[in-house]
């Protein structure tokens, strides 16, 4: 067993964890290897950041895998990125079925190439059942169109009478963003030494506690998971309120 994860305290870990998978372009860079070169490798990294969340006991990990705005790479960066997305969801359903993962995904799934969309929608379904943890890939994710969509949708209800526009509350756009089925996210990590956030989960991190650390992406392991939940663990979450009252509740 890991040393690092003898000092998470197994009570306390973050229910939802979100990543922005970043450093993949650099990481090939530094070895002289063209950009792809670091998306291929970066399918490892995937799979120790779900087992390390699953070995914590949290029910929930999200990974940005490709923004709205990352439509506007180069086109054979994109290409290759799909089909890699196809491969390695193909790939991985036998990990899924056996570690309990159930496989989710927000964004613009309507813009991903076909083959990406059954390929998905196939994965989603076979391990629908799996209850360990939810894996959620956010695919032509893009907050902002999150919320815009959620805006649409909760206006033509207005306009047929469904929805009152008094009653709009938190709840019920919560209920209309791609992540209606998600938990808050508790706490986010940004790899590769960038410090932003990328248009992603605006509305659901708006208390979630921020890590960001200088690994590339494709040289994620489990230790690198753990080590941000002991810092997420040393930090007080108040959610507005006093460090006294917290004390009390404790
Ligand atoms: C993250 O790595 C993967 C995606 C955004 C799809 P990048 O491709 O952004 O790598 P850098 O940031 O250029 O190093
Ligand atoms: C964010 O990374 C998107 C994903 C990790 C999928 P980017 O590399 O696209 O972000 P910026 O453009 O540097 O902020
Ligand atoms: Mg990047």
Redesign the pocket.
Known sequence: MSEKLQNINLNKVPNHIAI???GNGRWAKQQGMKRVFGHRNALTAVREAVAAASDIGSKFITL????T??WNRPKLEVDALMSLLVTSLKKEVPEFQKNGIKVNSIGNIEQLPKKAREVLKEVIEKTSNNSTITLTFALSYGSREEIVNAIKNISKKVVNNEIEIKKISEKIINNHLYTFNLPDVDLMIRTSG?Q?I?NFLLWQMAYAELYFTEVLWPDFRKEHLFDAIIDYQNRERRFGKTSEQIDANA
Request: hydrophobic share 35%.
């Open positions: 922005i998978m970043d940005y895998a490709f923004s705005e990352n960038e932003r990328s």
